[in-house]
């Protein structure tokens, strides 16, 4: 089984920019879709990105267009989250997951089988 690993948040000032990596062990990673969510405290978890296996398909929420991008480097076994333009309501714990349940939602949490541990993001106003 696949085992993810988050860095790379840390505070960051209101407009600025930010780039995630999870970083999985494991077998066949490039056989893998990859999304990434956040939670922030009080409220559920939701998604922000997706990223097929071989990252020739993306998808985002309404409200992470423009401002997120998700890549990956399957040589490296990592998937990244570039956030532009943070603001105060982009805080929260992010999280990547793996092993998505075929056809359903990916921005559905229940959907994913193998999380990481989180990385928290704390956006200065």
């Known amino acids: 089984q696949l085992q993810l690993v988050e860095s790379g948040g840390g505070l960051v000032q209101r407009g600025g920019s930010l780039r995630l990596s999870c970083e999985a062990s494991?077998?066949?990673?490039?056989?893998?879709?990859v999304g990434w969510f956040r939670q922030a405290p009080g409220k559920e978890r939701e998604g922000v990105a997706y990223?097929?296996?071989?990252?020739?398909?993306?998808n985002y929420p309404v409200s992470a267009k423009g401002r997120f991008t998700v890549f990956r480097n399957n040589a490296k076994n990592t998937v990244y989250l570039q956030i532009n333009s943070l603001q105060v309501g982009d805080a929260a714990d992010y999280y990547c997951?793996?092993?998505?349940?075929?056809?359903?939602?990916?921005?559905?949490?229940?959907?994913?089988?193998?999380w990481g541990q989180g990385t928290q993001v704390t956006v200065s106003s």
């Open positions: 997951a793996t092993e998505h349940t075929h056809g359903t939602a990916w921005y559905d949490p229940g959907s994913w089988i193998v």
């Open positions: 990223i097929s296996g071989a990252g020739g398909s993306t």
């Open positions: 494991g077998p066949n990673f490039e056989s893998y879709a």
